[in-house]
């Protein structure tokens, strides 16, 4: 099995430019999420959802779009690049419904890096 | 609001000796609680979970954490380190809606020889 498979791995952007990062899962997991990671500040949640058609803001979603069309994609959409959201992006899915022995063990993207100059 | 503090930014242990990762949590229930590693470059691992029953658990790669109701702790601990266990731990918590995990800011360890 991929995982959790993000693309690309690395990209560099302009202020103002918009770009989109691709997370897709081949788990069949319900709850798909994306993290950003910056240096002292632990990874960060911005957008997560539940299902495919429900999406929800996490801790800091200014700036990001998400959708959730399939079960499988959750992609991320930076609207108009800024320097603030350089950052390395995770992508993390987990099953929903299995109790307590299962629920919330995220399995993590190899992460995306970006970089808006 | 719910934290997960990692007290220590980065530490350092020789090959061989024993190591403890510090990490305290906010929240007034039970806890879901979790350590990750994440070697450079790469995303993040589960190394064990807590989420009821022997506070004592053991996860994979020898290592093991216990939880602490009373200090609101759930320390990683290893007794024998690895250079290959040189990467950052993170500890985290499900929030109280049960919709996302809360991070600590991370553990550097660096292992000499």
């Known amino acids: 099995n991929a995982g959790v498979t993000q693309t690309p791995k690395f990209q560099v952007l302009k202020t103002g430019q918009s770009m989109t990062l691709q997370c897709a899962q081949d788990m069949n997991h319900e709850y798909m999420s994306w993290y950003r990671q910056d240096p002292g500040m632990g990874l960060r949640l911005i957008h997560y959802s539940v299902g495919a058609g429900i999406t929800d803001q996490g801790e800091v979603p200014n700036g990001y779009n998400v959708s959730r069309s399939t079960t499988e994609d959750f992609p991320l959409r930076l609207l108009s690049a800024a320097p603030s959201q350089t950052s390395v992006y995770f992508c993390?899915?987990?099953?929903?419904?299995?109790?307590?022995?299962?629920?919330?063990?995220?399995?993590f993207g190899a992460g995306s890096r970006l970089t808006v100059l | 609001a719910q934290s997960v503090t990692q007290p220590d930014i980065h530490i350092t242990v020789s090959e061989g000796a024993s190591l403890e990762l510090r990490c305290n949590y906010s929240y007034g229930a039970t806890p879901y609680l979790f350590w990750y590693v994440q070697s450079p470059g790469q995303g993040l691992q589960l190394l064990l979970k807590?989420?009821?029953?022997?506070?004592l658990v053991q996860g994979i790669k020898g290592f093991e954490a216990e939880f602490k109701r009373s200090q609101s702790s759930f320390n990683l601990r290893k007794p024998s380190v690895h250079w290959s266990d040189a990467a950052e731990y993170f500890c985290a918590v499900v929030n109280q809606a049960g919709t996302a995990l809360i991070f600590g800011k991370g553990t550097t360890l660096s292992v000499s020889s």
């Open positions: 993390a899915s987990s099953p929903l419904g299995t109790g307590a022995s299962g629920a919330n063990v995220l399995t």
């Open positions: 807590y989420f009821s029953g022997d506070t």
